[in-house]
């Protein structure tokens, strides 16, 4: 093998330095201080899967963009996670299937994918988020809407807004009120993704028109939604809408809410309800959520009602780590005492014991040294 490969990472995989992993760190803990703190226990799966798991357990699952390989063991196909939520999926209908609910079990880790997304060429990402299982109503979605807030701005998010979305509109709208072809729905659904209002109009979606142009301000999107008076699938989704932006504000924190009814890239699965969070001077979405439903044992049943949310902290922590404070660190000299240094610890000091003479305290990042059994700044 040539250094040159040997010493190369493939594309969209990162090493995290020492600064950066001190980041990742301190925000992990706070972001899932804030998880527990809500009652939202954590699990662990792990990092493979047999494929099938990963990609039956909810409608909507793509295996394009998971890495899989054939397991030699079983001669299986297996999975490394993109997604996390759909393991918590298969624990929740499995050997948490006789908990009380609404079960609510929180999680952090590496997912990875093949390829990147879009233009971002990101393959690995840490994941951390929360699911309430057993319910998918106005209650339950307000409190995981909340709950995110309140871990991003814990960890030292600022700038925080809330963009809703209704993912399953367009199917909905489709099915009942606005008809359309199958092959006229999958056209309106590409050119509401694209924004496009001429080849909307082209597609046979007319009726649609007036949803690319409600998006925007909270207050303002609902309006023209609701002018729409469109009983049942509209207004319905709408009024559970209304009540969870009011808990979310009630909730506190100072967070924008805007409003994107026809979003979908990004959500796979979720149904009625879908979410994405963003903080100032992060790029792209740092959370995204929303009501699911978990495919269990029995099939042809409805699947049990979820909500939940994933934050993708990576760029926050980039964000961030240019401002996480340098540790205070003692620098133990060649013949110290070992009592007084394990002391030190002991109450909170960091200590970087000297291997040879030529050890220079200041070089190696310390901010003190041990002066007979006291600390002196360096
Ligand atoms: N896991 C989903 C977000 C989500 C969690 N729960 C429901 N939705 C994602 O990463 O896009």
């Known amino acids: 093998m040539d250094t040159e490969t040997r010493d190369l990472l493939p594309e969209g995989l990162e090493d995290r330095l020492p600064q950066d992993t001190a980041a990742a760190t301190r925000i992990t803990r706070a972001l899932m201080d804030v998880l527990d703190s809500h009652g939202y226990d954590r699990v662990q799966p792990p990092s493979i899967e047999f494929e099938r798991s990963l990609a039956s357990r909810m409608a909507g699952i793509q295996t394009r963009r998971m890495v899989r390989f054939v397991d030699p063991a079983s001669l299986r196909m297996m999975a490394l996670r993109s997604d996390m939520t759909p393991q918590v999926g298969r624990i929740a209908v499995t050997r948490m299937k006789n908990a009380a609910r609404p079960l609510r079990l929180a999680y952090a880790g590496q997912v990875v994918s093949l390829k990147g997304d879009g233009l971002d060429p990101t393959r690995e990402r840490l994941q951390i988020g929360a699911e309430l299982i057993g319910h998918a109503g106005v209650a339950a979605a307000a409190e995981v809407v909340a709950v995110a807030i309140e871990a991003l701005q814990a960890a030292g998010a600022t700038g925080i807004s809330v963009d809703f979305t209704l993912p399953d509109l367009v199917d909905a709208l489709s099915a009942g009120p606005w008809p359309l072809t199958p092959a006229q729905l999958a056209a309106v659904r590409r050119e509401l993704?694209?924004?496009?209002?001429?080849?909307?109009?082209?597609?046979?979606?007319?009726?649609?028109?007036?949803?690319?142009?409600?998006?925007?301000?909270?207050?303002?999107?609902?309006?023209k939604l609701s002018a729409l008076a469109v009983e049942g699938v509209l207004d319905g989704r709408l009024s559970a809408l209304q009540a969870i932006a009011e808990r979310?504000?009630?909730?506190?924190?100072?967070?924008?809410?805007?409003?994107?009814?026809?979003?979908?890239?990004?959500?796979?699965?979720?149904?009625?309800?879908?979410?994405?969070?963003?903080?100032?001077?992060?790029?792209?979405?740092?959370?995204?959520g929303g009501a699911y439903a978990i495919i269990g044992a029995d099939d042809g049943a409805e699947g049990e009602a979820a909500v939940g949310f994933s934050l993708y902290p990576d760029p926050l922590i980039t964000a961030l780590a240019a401002q996480e404070a340098k540790r205070e660190t003692l620098f133990l000299p060649l013949g110290h005492d070992a009592s007084a240094a394990a002391r030190l610890r002991a109450v909170g000091w960091r200590t970087v014991a000297a291997i040879s003479a030529g050890d220079d305290a200041r070089a190696l990042g310390c901010s003190h040294r041990l002066d007979g059994l006291e600390p002196v700044r360096v």
């Open 193 to 223: 993704d694209a924004k496009d209002a001429g080849a909307l109009v082209q597609a046979g979606g007319a009726a649609y028109l007036p949803l690319l142009h409600a998006t925007g301000g909270f207050v303002a999107a609902m309006d």
């Open 248 to 288: 979310v504000q009630a909730a506190g924190g100072d967070v924008r809410l805007t409003l994107d009814p026809t979003e979908r890239h990004g959500f796979e699965y979720q149904s009625w309800f879908g979410f994405q969070i963003f903080a100032q001077g992060v790029q792209g979405a740092v959370a995204r």
